[in-house]
């Protein structure tokens, strides 16, 4: 049995519902499932306050589980930063922990991989989160099929690529480098300080929820401004949804913002990846060494499986939103 | 007579009305007025597209009145950052120029800062914007007197000093360093990019609108982390309001926001500068060397004003949230 520690590392869960639902439906798909002692925490808008949300990371680190899963996101971990242990969260990721999780929990997995010595290549999962997807009731939609069979794959270690839809004008692009990114927001909070990591040749991924497009083109630009995407080989785009038009915007939309994006680096900047704060979401190894191919309109993100398959043979291709199963 | 130039350089003018009553009311009050020919020019949310604002910019550099004077913010300054020549608005200030404004154009401001050579310290002001201060409509409860009083004596070189009331705890406080801030989204999004000045020993100002504490939290701590809260004298910060609380805060507020920035930093973080996105505001030199001096609860922020005035001596007090009258 694959062992799994929920844990709330950010934000305080209102209820405790979403959590054991959660927790039951990782169960039935066959996890043997842990709750932290501190999931429950609660202080603020926090789970718990600094010294417990510390703590409990320290304590999963420690205790080192095949899986790492975060209740929710929220606002939180900015606050730990500079007191967390990385040599240990490292230490666990090379005893085969993953910690998976989105949204707030990109400054851990950058971070990570920030801390990281020389030869180190800490690799986490962009993923989904306890309480969002697997704790969803029927009511709110209950569980995504894709997301869940794209966990449950890479969790096994099985999941290799995920394969999704572009817009035209990439045909042929093909690109190799490390794989990592997470939510814009979050990403730029890390900017100037010692947790952001120097990433050359990358291909880096975001998305974001509630941002006006103005503010999504201005947090792109500062990473323009700031040397990172003209130092990555592709950015591709999740998904940019929950903010509302302005009457002031005048014609101006996301796809303005990503145009002006476009004028000013010379890093292709896709679109597509089904990423984010939405229901379909993939699985991706923040650190891992990546392949981007683009055949026609048809993007596949790769990389080397841990059942020893390399990943440098041919990929099957998918065409709708989703990944793409192991070989 | 003094000369005053209105020009946009971020979001548009939906409506030229605001414009016109400020220009009106800005000669009202002795300025020899000038309408930028491209102030009014409209593209998507921006006055005017990329290359329209650039030129403004330049254009009213190389003319060189006494007070440029941008009549609103909105977003637009970031996507020229990288184009703007800098060595000929920083000789603009040297022939007596005062760029004035707020919010957006707080990358401006600091850009100034950033690209000045050794030697060189390129002075702008911090203050109202012309459509959102001077051109307030009776209806939108009109000029606010303080805030026309304290510019008045800005742009005649006699302002050398504000005062308002601060909160307990700083009694005694006596610091002297460079006056920098502005806008903390803005500022922020600077950080890790050539514009971000690198200030050491400065009196740091800050306000923000529409930001939940949560996201104030997260970019004070971000400049805490990048080690610039710690390398100041101190942080001041106006007003932070327009957010709404939600559910999930139980019971964080702005004051937990700041309390867990105090206990990251050793730098005295104080409140109640009347500066920010509200009627009430001051106009601070952006780049000047300043003092900030607590007797009590009041605070005072001087600086040397342009009438030959050292700012050593003993400056008048004021309880009420304002502006120091010159002596």
């Known amino acids: 049995m694959t062992s799994l520690t929920l844990y709330t590392p950010a934000g305080v869960l209102a209820q405790a519902q979403p959590l054991k639902r959660a927790a039951k439906r990782l169960a039935q798909l066959g996890f043997e499932v842990a709750i932290d002692e501190s999931a429950l925490a609660k202080h603020q808008r926090f789970g718990g306050d600094d010294e417990t949300r510390l703590a ?32 240990q969260l490292i230490k666990s990721t090379e005893r085969g922990t993953r910690w998976v999780g989105q949204s707030d929990l990109t400054s851990l ?22 309480c969002d997807d697997f704790g969803r009731s029927e009511e709110e939609g209950g569980m995504d099929e894709i997301t869940q069979d794209c966990f449950t794959e890479a969790m096994s270690g099985a999941l290799e690529a995920v394969g999704f839809r572009t817009e035209a004008g990439f045909e ?24 952001f ?32 995407l003209d130092a990555q080989k592709a950015v591709v785009l999740g998904d940019f949804s929950g903010w509302r038009k302005s009457p002031l915007d005048r014609g101006y939309s996301l796809k303005a913002a990503i145009e002006a994006v476009r004028a000013a ?20 190894p923040v650190g891992a060494k990546a392949e981007l191919y683009v ?24 065409d709708a939103p989703g990944h793409s199963h192991g070989h």
Chains 1, 2 share one sequence.
């Open 295 to 318: 055949q026609g309109r048809e993007v596949l993100i790769g990389w080397a499986s841990e059942h020893g398959h390399d990943n440098n043979h041919h990929h099957d291709h998918h």
């Open 197 to 228: 990591p120097k990433i050359k040749g990358g291909i880096l991924f975001l998305e974001d929820i509630n941002e006006h497009p103005y503010r999504v083109e201005r947090s792109l630009l500062q990473l323009q401004q700031a040397g990172v």
């Open 172 to 195: 042929e692009l093909g690109v190799r480098g490390t794989l990592w990114g997470g939510n814009l927001c979050v990403l730029n909070s890390l900017l100037g300080t010692p947790h």
């Open 56 to 87: 409990a990371l320290h304590r999963i680190a420690k205790a080192s589980p095949s899986v790492a899963l975060a209740s929710r996101g929220g606002y939180g971990l900015t606050r730990l930063l500079d007191q967390i242990n990385w040599k």
């Open 265 to 284: 680096t010379r890093t292709p900047v896709l679109t597509g990846l089904p990423f984010g704060h939405v229901r379909t979401k993939v699985c991706l």
């Open 109 to 130: 997995q950058l971070g990570m991989l920030a801390h990281a010595k020389d030869g180190q290549r800490p690799v986490s999962w962009a993923g989904p989160l306890a």
